[in-house]
């Protein structure tokens, strides 16, 4: 018997009394009742904007709303004109740094943490991290309730590399002082469209 045997056989025999598992199907089933109020006040609560679309306004429209000031915007979504990158076309995930701000469509929202599922549906993920300012683009009809109804829609469809964004990068590591920006965004906005 190797050791990592010996040490576990000791521990299963310290064990005196079980208990048995709990039920997890229940856990997630409560849906709150308008998700998309709840979505918009947790991404309050992480420091991101919410920006809900106007009807005829396009997405151009809502960037610009949003960041005025912007020269260059990185994005592969087709229906913004004035993207001055595209993550699918660059050389290197270098050619990214510098991006004001990085536009991407987010695939599922969660009302309970106001964070977004955001696929790798880019050649250059990077995007989503070296911008200084970033817009998730999500459907008001693409947010539930919480992560338990999120990990599950997630592994329906099957994505391979994807991460959740709730809220502007930010850390107070040293000296207990608010860096924003530390390690990604400094900013996020979710167009609501």
């Keep these: 018997m190797s050791s990592r045997e010996d040490i576990l056989a000791k521990i299963r025999a310290a064990i005196r009394e079980t208990y048995p598992m709990p039920e997890l199907e229940s856990i997630g089933a409560a849906a709150?009742?308008?998700p998309a109020a709840r979505f918009i006040?947790?991404?309050?609560?992480?420091g991101a904007a919410v920006?809900?679309?106007a009807p005829g306004e396009s997405l151009d429209d809502i960037v610009r709303r949003a960041y005025p000031d912007a020269k260059t915007i990185a994005s592969n979504l087709p229906e913004l004109t004035t993207a001055t990158s595209n993550p699918d076309t660059v050389a290197s995930a270098q050619e990214l740094n510098g991006t004001d701000v990085g536009?991407?469509?987010?695939?599922l929202g969660v009302a309970?943490?106001?964070?977004?599922w955001i696929p790798q549906t880019m050649r250059e993920r990077a995007v989503c991290?070296?911008?200084e300012n970033l817009v998730i683009v999500l459907s008001r009809a693409d947010i539930v309730s919480n992560m338990h109804e999120a990990y599950r829609r997630v592994a329906m469809t099957g994505y391979g590399y994807g991460c959740f964004i709730s809220g502007p990068s930010k850390t107070a590591d040293i000296a207990q002082a608010?860096?924003?920006?530390?390690q990604a965004?400094?900013?996020v906005t979710v167009a609501l469209v």
Excluded: Y
């Design 32 to 34: 709150c009742a308008d």
């Design 41 to 46: 006040e947790a991404c309050a609560a992480t």
């Design 51 to 53: 920006i809900e679309a």
């Design 103 to 107: 536009v991407v469509r987010g695939r």
């Design 112 to 116: 309970e943490n106001g964070c977004v």
């Design 129 to 131: 991290f070296i911008s």
């Design 178 to 182: 608010l860096v924003m920006g530390a």
């Design 185 to 187: 965004a400094r900013s």
